[in-house]
């Protein structure tokens, strides 16, 4: 009755038989983080996806008059554009033949546009293998890597040394949002000059999720935005900002989903990415990217 924790138990098939598992879950960090904070002179926390500050306040357990400061990118912001594309979906009750054919020639003309290394999430490997069998059979004619699953590290690494040997064409490199290409990678300067983020990565509404939001619901009121659509959002801008890591990086990021324009969603991008709904975004990539080459010629 640990109030604060969950205990779930689990069962999983694999080919020798079933694995059961008892796990001890932490549904609130304050419990271990309220004490650390209150028994220190000062601390200072950083990181680039700390939004909304207020939220974090109370899962950690600060103190009312904790000092909260957001501070803009010092990279030029003429170096990133950032486009919402609204055209199609991967909510659950949308997923059809017709909405993955949406999505797959969207991703073909932005690539189109862009005609550059071009890293592509996806919000699982089920919609992924999808998008990537329709646009193998369309006369793409561009090369087309992916992540699968059970890759090991050494697989992982040689993908990306291949994505990287396509600079200069330019390919895609298709991977799952909570993967390791969504946080450990770098690819700077013309490595890579395109993300996009195609859906939501909401998590499945198992036993801990429903936990979660049964407790934040309970203790601050706001279950299903503290213990869901926050989590998938937090990936959502880990993943976009493999984009520009340096000073000199230029480059597009691009939210594929209806869902990217709702105000309960917008609200989660940083203010000074600026993130625009155009009618035609091809020409906009198309004049972001031309610009540049005319600049660097």
């Known amino acids: 009755p640990d109030e604060g924790y969950a205990r779930i138990l689990s069962r999983t098939l694999i080919k020798t038989g079933e694995i059961t598992a008892l796990s001890y879950r932490c549904l609130d960090p304050s419990l271990v983080s309220k004490e650390i904070f209150q028994n220190v002179h000062s601390s200072i926390l950083m990181s680039a996806t700390l939004n909304p500050t207020e ?19 010092p990279f030029p912001k003429d170096n ?17 033949d017709e909405e993955y054919q949406k999505i797959s020639s969207i991703i073909q003309s932005i690539f189109k546009s862009v005609r550059a290394n071009s890293l592509v999430f996806f919000p699982s490997y089920a919609i992924l293998e999808r998008v990537r069998k329709i646009l193998s059979k369309a006369p793409f004619g561009q090369d087309i890597l992916y992540e699968s699953q059970n890759m090991s590290k050494a697989q992982k690494e040689s993908l990306v040394e291949e994505f990287k040997s396509h600079s200069r064409d330019g390919a895609l490199l298709f ?10 990678i770098d690819l700077p300067g013309e490595l890579l000059q395109c993300v996009i983020i195609v859906g939501i990565p909401f998590g499945r509404p198992d036993l801990e999720t429903k936990e979660l939001i049964k407790y934040y619901d309970e203790n601050y009121g706001l279950g299903v935005f503290y213990g869901y659509i926050f989590p998938a959002m937090n990936k959502v801008i880990q993943a976009a900002g493999r984009c520009i890591r340096t000073e000199n990086d230029r480059g597009a990021i691009i939210f594929l989903d209806e869902r990217f324009s709702w105000k309960q ?4 991008f940083p203010k000074d990415w600026n993130v625009i709904v155009p009618s035609d975004y ?3 990539l ?8 005319i600049l660097k010629n």
């Not at 990133?80 to 059809?96: G, N, Q, Y």
């Open 282 to 284: 091809t020409t906009l």
């Open 80 to 96: 990133r554009l950032s486009i919402a594309i609204t055209k199609a979906t991967t909510k659950f009750t949308k997923r059809t």
């Open 286 to 293: 198309k004049d972001f990217f031309q610009d540049h080459s």
């Open 265 to 268: 969603y917008m609200q989660f």
């Open 175 to 184: 991977a799952v949002i909570s993967g390791s290409f969504s946080e450990g």
């Open 55 to 73: 939220m974090y306040r109370k899962l950690l357990g600060l103190s009312q008059n904790t000092q909260a400061l957001s501070l803009e990118s």
